[in-house]
């Protein structure tokens, strides 16, 4: 089974600077897709960025950029310029691209984010 | 509108009593899921659906059952709910050819 292990469970940075939430994953699958949701205190899941494994370019949504290093089995965010609006608990997720196991995803403890004003 | 939506948003219900949370959407996606989602644990899988005659049971899918009533509603049932089913409930759904899993708002649920 697939496992998604956020080793940081809080992590706060200052407004307008930079912050690196980590997440790592086990695997024994060669395609699968990682993600990064956003749960802010609505507790609504809200989808940050979307990784293929198959695909070598980092994923990059505005100020949401991943370092995605497959043989390390590594997936990290970056959130550059940070605002208010970013904090929130970020879930990294897992999902099988194969046909075979459950169809769903495997997530992470979550990391709280916390801005500093 | 919301394209998932669950109901009720929250509950409270005494141990031993039935109850049933629903989930519908309007994305005409075929896939559907229950998570469960624990303080410190993140989100876990209930059961998915692939199609109204498809439904299969997650990693956690004891003491839960589903109904998929049409391509669009899913509902999650306890039978017999007890006090270690208080959680916060997501629905959410996919399409076929599709990568990201779409949420509903969540229903938070207290079993005393």
């Known amino acids: 089974a697939q496992t998604v292990t956020q080793s940081q469970p809080e992590m706060s940075v200052q407004e307008a600077e930079t912050v690196t939430l980590s997440c790592t994953y086990d695997?024994?699958?060669?395609?699968?897709?990682l993600f990064w949701y956003k749960q802010p205190p609505s507790r609504q899941m809200i989808l940050v960025i979307r990784?293929?494994?198959?695909?070598?370019q980092n994923a990059t949504e505005n100020r949401f950029s991943v370092n995605f290093q497959k043989a390390a089995k590594s997936f990290s965010l970056k959130i550059s310029d940070s605002q208010l609006g970013d904090a929130a608990m970020y879930f990294c997720?897992?999902?099988?691209?194969?046909?075979?196991?459950?169809?769903?995803?495997?997530f992470g403890k979550g990391t709280h984010l916390i801005i500093q004003p | 509108d919301a394209d998932v939506t669950q109901t009720p948003r929250n509950r409270i219900t005494k141990t031993g009593k039935r109850i049933m949370l629903e989930c519908s959407q309007t994305?005409?996606?075929?896939?559907m899921y229950w998570y469960r989602q624990d303080p410190g644990l993140g989100l876990r899988l209930i059961y998915y659906?692939?199609?109204?005659?498809?439904?299969n049971k997650g990693e956690i899918s004891d003491g839960y059952s589903v109904s998929r009533q049409a391509q669009a509603k899913f509902s999650l049932s306890l039978e017999s709910a007890i006090p270690n089913q208080t959680a916060l409930y997501f629905c959410?759904?996919?399409?076929?050819?599709?990568?990201?899993?779409?949420f509903g708002p969540g229903t938070r649920l207290l079993v005393l």
């Open positions: 959410a759904t996919r399409g076929q050819v599709q990568e990201t899993q779409y």
């Open positions: 695997t024994s699958e060669s395609d699968y897709y």
């Open positions: 990784q293929e494994a198959y695909k070598q």
């Open positions: 997720a897992y999902r099988s691209a194969g046909g075979g196991g459950a169809d769903g995803l495997t």
């Open positions: 994305k005409g996606h075929d896939r």
């Open positions: 659906s692939f199609d109204v005659k498809d439904i």
